[in-house]
């Protein structure tokens, strides 16, 4: 223990604590074995304490939790007490990246959304990013759980999405709120990059899922003035840039 203080970030160490801890499960009893793991989980809590952003202590932790709901120990789901654990490490610091990733990777692969209701629980999970992004869009860890939300919004029913019983109608309602709200942010934040490459995504997307004709140019007149302001930002990815160009001449 002396050693992963001293060092939390070199790997071997982690995993010849791993490898004490696998010898458990061979040589004790479930029981034993059990309490022996819940104390390491609890040890990693400690070690994120210290480290809120530590992702050796966060993927630790998940094999952790695996290994705990595996049949050889508890057998029993932890996907709620883990969504508590994202939900405090995130509150304490936006900016946390791998809390944030930890929770998209477990509303994936559990029940949760199912548990919550998926429309409303998409929605909470919506307004609780947004208000993190209203503070401080430029966040690239607020950008990313939020632009995971989204892509579970544009998805089709043929991947696995959290919400995966939405219609297109509640479909197109979720992405034209969410694009109303990214607009909101450009009175406080004219040169965030992010907001205008959002919205030209986001605008783009709500077309292809209301399935508009290319005569239907409403909105390219927007659309043009934000992939403007993008080049101007970031020449850098002026191929991508010229992605979205030749998608809004196709309008019309």
């Not at 458990?24 to 009893?29: A, G, K």
């Not at 992004?133 to 696995?160: A, K, V």
Request: proline share 3%; aromatic share 12%; hydrophobic share 40%.
């Amino acid at each position: 223990m002396p050693l992963l203080i001293k060092s939390p970030k070199f790997y071997w160490i982690w995993n010849y604590r791993w490898w004490i801890l696998s010898q458990t499960i061979r040589r004790l009893s479930v029981q034993a074995a059990c309490t022996i793991w819940e104390v390491e989980l609890g040890l990693t809590c400690k070690m994120l304490d210290r480290d809120q952003r530590n992702f050796h202590a966060w993927g630790y932790r998940r094999s952790v939790v695996s290994m705990l709901e595996s049949p050889e120990l508890r057998g029993k789901s932890l996907a709620q007490e883990e969504f508590a654990f994202t939900t405090r490490m995130s509150g304490r610091n936006l900016s946390n990246f791998c809390a944030w990733h930890h929770r998209s990777q477990l509303i994936l692969k559990s029940s949760i959304a199912t548990t919550r209701r998926e429309p409303l629980f998409l929605g909470q999970e919506l307004d609780t990013v947004r208000e993190g992004l209203n503070l401080g869009p430029e966040d690239q860890s607020l950008r990313y759980y939020h632009q995971f939300l989204m892509l579970q919004i544009i998805q089709d029913g043929d991947r696995d999405t959290i919400a995966p019983a939405l219609t297109v109608a509640e479909r197109v309602a979720y992405m034209k709120h969410e694009i109303y709200e990214i607009k909101d942010l450009l009175e406080d934040y004219i040169n965030v990059k992010w907001i205008y490459q959002a919205l030209l995504e986001y605008t783009l997307s709500l077309r292809r899922l209301e399935k508009r004709s290319r005569g239907d140019n409403d909105d390219a007149g927007n659309l043009r003035d934000w992939l403007e302001k993008l080049v101007a930002l970031d020449p850098t990815r002026r191929g991508r840039w010229n992605d979205f160009a030749r998608e809004i001449g196709e309008m019309g």
